[in-house]
């Protein structure tokens, strides 16, 4: 199975500035890749697709970029709301497997 | 809006089989496929398995082949999951997805707790 591997596991911001979050996968999975946010008590919510397209609604300050092996999730100008856990999740092959996620905090 | 709402939390005994539901809207159920995903306490997020709506095609991480079937009632636009032979590691919030054009997902269930204890 391909393992997607994501880092760091804890990444600590200040609001305002740039989170940048990789993610990174043990074969290339082209552009087979999505992004996901967590809050505490809810379910996954989806944010990037097909690597860098964006889901409806999401607000431009989310980005991701990356092909085959190696992906960025970028957030410009954090806000308060964009504190949770992030995945990564690949679909280029069964079985589909999710890394084990980057905790954003607040510095 | 599309929406899937699951069936509530469930408390079981090791050795019994839990099964819970997925129920669609918003959308034509059979025009996309479910996966299930499940999240131990304070864990990641594990693909259980995906079932096409339209033929009922599943496919089944190899960890749960033998204990997990998954079925859909296109009648209602229901999804089910079923657990069997339930372990104390078999504890998690269980989510079903709509499955997207190529295999994100989107949108999730609000979740459903299977606790497993004696």
């Known amino acids: 199975e391909i393992v997607m591997t994501q880092s760091p596991a804890t990444l600590s911001v200040s609001p305002g500035e740039r989170a940048t979050l990789s993610c990174r996968a043990s074969?290339?999975?082209?552009?087979?890749l999505a992004w996901y946010q967590q809050k505490p008590g809810q379910a996954p919510r989806l944010l990037v697709y097909?690597?860098?397209t964006r889901a409806t609604g999401l607000p431009a300050r989310f980005s991701g970029s990356g092909s085959g092996t190696e992906f960025i999730l970028t957030i410009t100008s954090l806000q308060s709301e964009d504190f949770a856990v992030y995945y990564c999740?690949?679909?280029?092959?069964?079985?589909?497997?999710f890394g084990q996620g980057t905790r954003l905090e607040i510095k | 809006q599309v929406q899937l709402v699951q069936s509530g939390a469930e408390v079981k005994k090791p050795g019994a089989s839990v099964k819970v539901s997925c129920k669609a809207s918003?959308?034509?159920?059979?025009?996309?496929?479910i996966s299930w995903v499940r999240q131990a306490p304070g864990q990641g997020l594990e693909w259980m398995g995906w079932i096409s709506a339209y033929k009922g095609h599943t496919n089944y991480a190899q960890k749960l082949q033998g204990r997990v079937t998954m079925t859909t009632d296109t009648s209602t636009s229901t999804a089910y999951m079923e657990l069997r032979n339930l372990r104390s590691d078999d504890t998690a919030v269980y989510y079903c997805a709509r499955d997207g054009a190529s295999g994100w997902f989107e949108p999730w269930g609000q979740g459903t707790l299977v606790t497993v204890s004696s």
């Open positions: 097909g690597a860098f």
């Open positions: 999740q690949q679909y280029a092959d069964w079985p589909i497997t």
């Open positions: 918003g959308y034509t159920f059979t025009s996309h496929g």
């Open positions: 074969q290339s999975v082209s552009n087979n």
